[in-house]
């Protein structure tokens, strides 16, 4: 106990670091997962994931992002070449969707 004791009171400074570290990662993590959970920010479909995943290895994490939302929307026939591409996977033509995200290469990295 005594080896123990002295090796605690040696290390001290670097054992309350590590401490205070684990703290403010566990604080971090619990706060990112409650904001997420409040706004439903979580991507867990997988189209989605797929997206986002390819982004972010295409671009090497660097990216442009552009988002809006139109109130009365658009269904697939008016949104030209992607919408093409979207009623060849299957997508019906007077799905209306509201909300658009676009993403692609930064200007400058």
């Known amino acids: 106990m005594k080896k123990v004791k002295e090796f605690i009171e040696e290390h001290k400074m670097k054992i309350a670091g590590v401490i205070a570290c684990g703290v ?5 993590v619990y706060a990112g997962y409650s904001y997420c959970m409040r706004h439903n920010t979580v991507l867990d479909d997988d189209i989605i994931k ?23 929307g658009y269904n697939s026939t008016e949104l030209g ?7 060849k996977i299957g997508i019906p033509s007077d799905k209306v969707f509201t909300h658009f995200i676009a993403i692609g290469k930064p200007e400058n990295k």
Do not use: F, L, P
């Open 50 to 72: 797929h997206v986002i995943d390819d982004a972010v290895k295409r671009y090497d994490n660097w990216t442009s992002a552009y988002g809006v939302c139109i109130d009365d």
């Open 24 to 28: 403010s990662c566990g604080i971090g």
């Open 81 to 87: 070449k992607i919408g093409e591409k979207m009623m």
